[in-house]
T-cell receptor, first 111, second 113 residues
Framework: QQPVQSPQAVILREGEDAVINCSSS?????VHWYRQKHGEAPVFLMI?????EQKGHEKISASFNEKKQQSSLYLTASQLSYSGTYFC????????????FGSGTQLTVLP | DSGVTQTPKHLITATGQRVTLRCSPRSGDLSVYWYQQSLDQGLQFLIQYYNGEERAKGNILERFSAQQFPDLHSELNLSSLELGDSALYFC????????????FGPGTRLTVT
């Protein structure tokens, strides 16, 4: 089953914060986050594994709530370069290592 | 530049035809993944190969097939093409078959007319 991402779209001003959520109805083994700019390939941001720690990458961090089967991506002090579509990809417990992607969250950062 | 290469960049063909998309993974990566991205379906996992063997299968149609060769490059074959097969096809690679980051190629845009 496809994970559900929210919100579908968000518009920010430079320097503002945003949170993107990803939830699954099935038990998750891992959550992967990618960013895709228009006309380009998805770019890896981070992976969160079941039982693992919260990850961070500069001003972008993420958490994984195993009880709720949810992950959240936190973008702080957003920059213009953060604009793009963010996808979460989920791996389910017990399945082969394949990612099921959410429908994406379109993030626009305005000056 | 992710290090993953895909050819061709664009492909325009007619319904009923067959095409082959090619992917070369990053140096050292053993796993190759194929994805289809269309406006109404999002990013859909098709199939994964690891060191020449099929490892996982997603929503891949029977008209589609793939293989990974000894030099680790991979080909995705699409046959009896339909209008609905028009999409962006991405190849990604990772170092092994576990939960590692995947590096995506630039994609092949297929248009079926």
């Amino acid at each position: 089953q496809q994970p559900v991402q929210s919100p579908q779209a968000v518009i920010l001003r430079e320097g503002e914060d945003a949170v993107i959520n990803c939830s699954s109805s099935k038990a998750l083994y891992s959550v992967h986050w990618y960013r895709q700019k228009h006309g380009e390939a998805p770019v890896f941001l981070m992976i969160l594994l079941k039982g693992g720690e919260q990850k961070g990458h500069e001003k972008i961090s993420a958490s994984f709530n195993e009880k709720k089967q949810q992950s959240s991506l936190y973008l702080t002090a957003s920059q213009l370069s953060y604009s793009g579509t963010y996808f979460c990809g989920t791996e389910f417990s017990g399945s082969a290592r394949q990612l099921t992607f959410g429908s994406g969250t379109q993030l626009t950062v305005l000056p | 530049d992710s290090g993953v290469t895909q050819t061709p960049k664009h492909l325009i063909t007619a319904t009923g035809q067959r095409v082959t998309l090619r992917c070369s993974p990053r140096s050292g990566d053993l796993s190759v993944y194929w994805y289809q991205q269309s406006l109404d379906q999002g990013l859909q996992f098709l199939i994964q190969y690891y060191n020449g063997e099929e490892r996982a299968k997603g929503n891949i149609l029977e008209r589609f097939s793939a293989q990974q060769f000894p030099d680790l490059h991979s080909e995705l074959n699409l046959s009896s093409l339909e209008l609905g097969d028009s999409a962006l096809y991405f190849c990604a690679s990772s170092i092994d078959s576990n939960s590692n980051e995947q590096y995506f190629g630039p994609g092949t845009r297929l248009t079926v007319t």
